[in-house]
């Protein structure tokens, strides 16, 4: 793996080298986008909207736009914008981590200690295991400011970037029925919940989208055409909910013995 930012961690007074990796990877078949008439390869170009002509990598900046024009900002702008959470992930508070919403989550990144950090990474790894608590930091990287929670994942600290409160739309403004569910239906979905309850192993669950994808593309490849399964998605009417939820506890009790 090849670290994508290098810093420190810092709680309290205690400063922890780090260099940070990216903890998830996309799972998508890569794809190229083709012209429908030819399959050749669709490529994007970098034009000078004044000269028509195309601008090399090392030739483009960013900008602001103001009434005067653009202020051009270089590399270094970025950095001295905040210098200290450029390098630095400071860990600003501890949470619980029942008290964290998933809703906030974005991704995970895994903390690998440098060598003069070996112990103090260990230190605050088993602090945060044996306290049950998140380190609340924020810090920059690529030029945005990031809101995160520092962990434990299978003995490697992590970090999540999570969405800072602003970031979250208000589900009030979503329609959402006020229709009456009664106690007794509550009830059996509450028992149909506990019947599906298991302990929570992300290794069963596989990709299955992707590798069906790749079975269409092998099948095209060869002349074949697969037929699309037929899927049920009928909404369950209202009045037939303590039906179907009864058959539902049945087929699971049945399945189970």
Same mark, same amino acid.
């Given at each position: %793996?090849?670290?994508?930012?290098?810093?420190? /961690?810092?709680? $309290?007074?205690?400063?922890? =080298?780090?260099?940070?990796?990216? $903890?998830?990877?996309?799972g998508r078949v890569d794809l190229d986008m083709l012209d429908r008439h030819d399959n050749a390869r669709i490529?994007?170009?970098?034009?000078n909207e004044e000269t028509g002509k195309e601008v090399d990598w090392k030739d483009i900046v960013k900008g602001?736009?103001?009434?005067?024009?653009?202020?051009?900002?270089?590399?270094?702008?970025?950095?001295?914008?905040?210098?200290?959470?450029?390098?630095?992930?400071? @860990?600003?508070?501890?949470?619980?981590?029942?008290?964290?919403?998933?809703?906030?989550?974005?991704?995970?990144?895994?903390?690998?200690?440098?060598?003069? &950090?070996? *112990?103090?990474?260990?230190?605050?790894?088993?602090?945060?295991? +044996?306290? &049950?608590?998140?380190?609340?930091?924020?810090?920059?990287?690529?030029?945005?400011?990031?809101?995160?929670? /520092?962990?434990?994942?299978?003995?490697?600290?992590?970090?999540?970037? @999570?969405?800072?409160?602003?970031? /979250?739309?208000?589900? $009030?403004?979503?329609?959402?029925?006020?229709?009456?569910?009664? *106690?007794?239906?509550?009830?059996?979905?509450?028992?149909? /919940?506990?019947?599906?309850?298991?302990?929570?192993? =992300?290794?069963?669950?596989?990709?299955?989208?992707?590798?069906?994808? %790749?079975?269409?593309? +092998?099948?095209?490849?060869? $002349?074949?055409?697969?037929? =699309?399964?037929?899927?049920?998605?009928?909404?369950? =009417?209202?009045?037939?909910? %303590?039906?179907?939820? *009864?058959?539902?506890?049945?087929?699971?009790?049945?399945?189970?013995?």
């Amino acid at each position: %793996m090849r670290s994508i930012w290098n810093g420190s /961690i810092s709680f $309290g007074l205690v400063s922890i =080298p780090i260099k940070m990796y990216s $903890g998830s990877e996309d799972g998508r078949v890569d794809l190229d986008m083709l012209d429908r008439h030819d399959n050749a390869r669709i490529r994007y170009k970098r034009i000078n909207e004044e000269t028509g002509k195309e601008v090399d990598w090392k030739d483009i900046v960013k900008g602001f736009k103001t009434e005067n024009g653009y202020v051009v900002l270089e590399d270094e702008d970025f950095d001295n914008a905040n210098m200290k959470k450029s390098k630095t992930i400071d @860990i600003e508070e501890f949470v619980n981590e029942d008290e964290v919403a998933e809703v906030l989550f974005k991704n995970p990144y895994f903390l690998e200690p440098q060598k003069e &950090g070996k *112990k103090s990474y260990n230190l605050l790894k088993n602090a945060l295991k +044996k306290t &049950g608590k998140l380190g609340v930091a924020t810090f920059v990287m690529r030029q945005k400011e990031h809101l995160s929670l /520092i962990g434990v994942y299978k003995n490697a600290l992590v970090l999540h970037v @999570i969405r800072f409160a602003a970031e /979250i739309r208000n589900p $009030g403004d979503l329609k959402l029925p006020s229709t009456k569910v009664s *106690k007794k239906e509550v009830s059996m979905a509450e028992s149909l /919940i506990e019947q599906y309850t298991t302990k929570f192993k =992300p290794e069963k669950y596989k990709d299955v989208y992707n590798n069906q994808l %790749m079975k269409i593309i +092998k099948s095209k490849s060869s $002349g074949k055409k697969i037929k =699309p399964e037929k899927i049920d998605s009928t909404p369950t =009417p209202a009045k037939d909910l %303590m039906a179907q939820l *009864k058959a539902s506890l049945e087929k699971k009790k049945a399945k189970a013995s």
